[in-house]
């Protein structure tokens, strides 16, 4: 069974600060990955993706892939107030599904 | 960019009658969508995708029959919860999967349904 692994939080950042949110997954054939942002209510809606090893740049954003360890990382600099929301990483393997992990729940205070 | 519509936002519906949510792409083909469903404080769960001109893929333990999908064109697809329970409230969500876009997954808003 595939599984996407989200430490739930929530995670508390100072205004300005770096949030660091982590997640890692089980099934070593997965392609592509991909971070959502959820306000509560809301559906999700896309912040970026990645499949390539390394690290990929959007604005604040940084999302870092490492196939080997099986671990996928999203990096908001310079946090503000209103980025606190749910983040959901999710996974697409074989087929066109995406498996999401529970995601983990960010706090930014002012 | 590219946008999902999702329709009705929310409904309230006595127990034992059917309930119609529709999922539109609105400015393109999407040929697969998908239908999810998240309880409070839960993640996304995908209940089915779903294939224009073909049969739903249901995921194991979703009862094909009460949750009925029908994805007659490359732009719509409709989830009928048929036979409500409170047990079925919950945040229903499509995703459709822009034709020729390996990443380009775009959500509707939702639909919160109430089973009263």
């Known amino acids: 069974q595939k599984e996407v692994e989200q430490n739930s939080g929530p995670l508390s950042v100072p205004e300005g600060a770096i949030a660091s949110l982590n997640c890692t997954y089980s099934?070593?054939?997965?392609?592509?990955f991909f971070w959502y942002r959820q306000y509560s209510g809301k559906s999700p809606e896309l912040i970026m993706f990645i499949y390539s090893n390394g690290d990929k740049e959007d604005g604040r954003f940084t999302a870092q892939l490492n196939k080997a360890s099986q671990y996928v990382s999203l990096l908001i600099r310079d946090s503000q107030p209103s980025d606190s929301a749910t983040y959901l990483c999710a996974v697409k393997g074989g087929y066109s599904t995406l498996t999401f992990g529970k995601g983990t729940m960010l706090l930014v205070s002012p | 960019g590219a946008v999902v519509s999702q329709h009705p936002s929310w409904v309230i519906c006595k127990s034992g009658t059917s309930v119609k949510i529709e999922c539109r792409s609105l400015?393109?083909?999407?040929?697969?969508m998908f239908w999810y469903r998240q309880f409070p404080k839960q993640s996304l769960m995908l209940m089915a995708t779903s294939n224009e001109g073909s049969k739903a893929t249901y995921e194991q333990g979703v009862e094909k029959d009460k949750f009925l999908i029908n994805h007659a064109s490359l732009t719509l697809s409709t989830l009928t919860v048929t036979s409500a329970h409170p047990e079925d409230s919950s945040f229903y969500i499509c995703?459709?999967?822009?034709?020729?876009?390996?990443?380009?997954?775009?959500f509707g808003s939702g639909t919160r349904l109430t089973v009263v």
């Open positions: 400015d393109f083909q999407a040929t697969t």
């Open positions: 995703s459709a999967r822009e034709d020729n876009r390996d990443y380009g997954y775009t």
């Open positions: 099934d070593r054939g997965s392609q592509s």
